[in-house]
């Protein structure tokens, strides 16, 4: 499964951004979506996550009520909308696909991963 991240860019605290990531070479519809951040000097972290049905999708305290993860299984796309960002969610935005059904929040249970698409918001 190759992931394609895109829609990164230098925003101002307070605005929106949608990040799309576009899956390829496998069944979309059958893994567990995820994005994850890395933070400059910082580890990967779990930002939110869908599973196949779009149903219930779950998020990191920090970004709870300003991001939306939805996904588009005819389209073999899962979005990331962020709105009133702030400068602490200046990173790079990963996407990840895992190939069982759960809500895996840790790294390491995905197993496929997109190049990242940077994001950065200024004060």
């Known amino acids: 499964v190759q992931l394609v991240e895109s829609g990164g860019g230098l925003v101002q605290a307070g605005d929106s951004l949608r990040l799309s990531c576009v899956a390829s070479g496998g069944t979309f519809s059958r893994y567990s979506m995820a994005w994850f951040r890395q933070a400059p000097g910082k580890v990967r972290r779990f930002v939110g996550g869908i599973l196949w049905s779009g149903v219930s999708p779950y998020y990191e305290d920090s970004v709870k009520g300003r991001f939306t993860i939805s996904r588009d299984n005819a389209k073999n796309t899962v979005y990331l909308q962020m709105s009133s960002l702030k400068p602490e969610d200046t990173g790079v935005y990963y996407c990840?696909?895992?190939?069982?059904?759960?809500?895996?929040?840790?790294?390491?249970?995905?197993?496929?991963w997109g190049q990242g698409t940077q994001v950065t918001v200024s004060s």
């Open positions: 990840a696909a895992d190939r069982f059904f759960r809500a895996a929040r840790n790294r390491d249970d995905y197993d496929y």
